[in-house]
DNA sequence: GATGATGTAGACAGGTCTGTCTACGTCAGG
DNA sequence: CCTGACGTAGACAGACCTGTCTACATCATC
């Protein structure tokens, strides 16, 4: 879950822009976070910033957009690093949970932000829970029922989510979710 | 899920105050929702919604704990009209992911907005959901796994939370709940 | 060597936000 | 009748936010 070798250090503008709202964002919220915040962190002149994005509007869709494609590789790794199988999602959600920087599901806290005000936004996290249950129905093993298993553990993934973002560890949660998924595998 | 007794018109300018808070904040946002909205959707004078509130963030904190109670009110009213047992839990969440008004969980939105800025809702938002899982244990048999299966019931009842909010409709966080809750019974 | 794309630095306008302040009204209880 | 609690109306300060603008630097490509 960290951007793409930072020791790189020859990023172009629009990428540099792109982590730092990414980092922002995500620890501090979309709103509370003003463009003038992310220009200075990210060592670019305003007018540069406006020239790539042409308003905070779009620079909140691009964090989405980003995301969704850094965390779906993340997941589908996590996955197949725990062997790829049913039995590597509740590992694999916990490596993530237990990340220092963890503050919740993105989309969650951005739909619950404006989701409201800013439709798009909705639009794009249902898109991400869908491809995030498309990638837990992949580890399952084939049967009639893979589909509506897969929505309903990933609906306990969500709820893991949530928990593990209020209680300040993420074992209640995982143990939670884990009694679940070995609950419904065996019905 | 309404305020108390609407036809009364006799409010205290402090009861006012919050039920227009409520309103907005569960709507808009507490980030979105300026204190000059409140005060002016409430009829008052901004000197007397100082005089009862010290701050926008005391605001806040009234409207979490007036939430938590009539959630939860309402919450113990749902699951008893619907038979106050196991059962009873699937349709009592389901009457409130159908409400014209609903949009998520207050105290998870809250958390995704300004967790980080504002621990107390942290610390709100962790109590909520304790009684929520105290209040799913009390319909559930009594076993030694009481609690446990309480917590695991509450989580998926997040997920359906959060799923909702996404999706237009609730049916299929519904139908994932139903499953999860049914599958956990008989194990 | 001219040109255009891309970059930096930073002033500025216009809006919104929270919280304070002045000035005035109403009314119940002693 | 007077005093103090509680109310209204609204100006104001100071901060912060988004988005535009001017003026200048760098550099690859034709």
Known sequence: MAHPQTAGDAYSARDRILFTAHDLFYRDGVRATGIDRVIAESGVAKLTFYRHFPSKNA??????????????????????RHGGEVS??????????????????????????????????????????ADVTTAIAAVLPPSRQRAKLAQAIAL??????????????????????????????KN
């Not at 620079?59 to 996955?79: E, G, N, P, Q, T």
């Not at 916990?94 to 619950?112: H, K, M, Q, S």
């Not at 300040?168 to 949660?173: F, I, K, M, V, Y």
């Open 59 to 80: 620079l909140i869709l691009a964090y989405l957009d980003y995301r969704h494609r850094r965390w779906m590789l993340w997941f589908a790794d996590a996955l197949s």
């Open 88 to 129: 590597a999602i509740v590992p694999a959600v916990g490596e993530w949970l237990r990340d220092p920087a963890y503050r919740g599901c993105a989309f969650i806290n951005t739909v619950g932000e404006l989701g409201g005000s800013l439709p798009e936004v909705v639009e794009i996290a249902r898109a991400h829970k």
């Open 156 to 185: 306990a993934v969500d709820g893991a989510i949530v928990r593990a973002q209020f209680d300040g560890t993420p074992d209640a949660a995982l143990e939670a979710l884990k009694r679940i998924v070995a609950s419904l595998l």
